[in-house]
Nanobody, 124 residues
Framework: QVQLAESGGGLVQAGGSLKLSCAASGSNFRDYTMGWFRQAPGKEREFVATSFRSTHTYYSDFVKGRFTISRGNDKNMVYLQMDSLNPEDTAVYYC??????????????????WGQGTQVTVSS
């Protein structure tokens, strides 16, 4: 049974940093694309960053230069280092895994496995 479990969320002041972790189990995720999405209250789930088939990384424009996605050596872990956080980053952050094609990596519907989410709150 495939499971994704996030950790590392919490409350931080504007300008601060947090690191999210996601542990994947139940399959070999080396060839999977693993990424992060987020959802703020009243908004749709949106793409944050992804590690495409453990080779290349892609970011949304609003986090580029502030967030860094990385994979563990066994490729079953994915991390999101978040720096220079601002209140607009407040959301539930979800880890996701799937096999989207490159042109569709920002589409949450193409990720087949999801974690339960972890809350990130940035105070001003």
């Amino acid at each position: 049974q495939v499971q994704l479990a996030e950790s590392g969320g919490g409350l931080v002041q504007a300008g601060g940093s947090l690191k999210l972790s996601c542990a994947a189990s139940g399959s070999n995720f080396r060839d999977y694309t693993m990424g992060w999405f987020r959802q703020a209250p009243g908004k749709e789930r949106e793409f944050v960053a992804t590690s495409f088939r453990s080779t290349h990384t892609y970011y949304s424009d609003f986090v580029k230069g502030r967030f860094t996605i990385s994979r563990g050596n066994d490729k079953n872990m994915v991390y999101l280092q978040m720096d220079s956080l601002n209140p607009e980053d407040t959301a539930v952050y979800y880890c996701a895994a799937g096999r989207p094609i490159l042109s569709s990596i920002r589409d949450p519907k193409l990720y087949t496995h999801w974690g339960q989410g972890t809350q990130v709150t940035v105070s001003s």
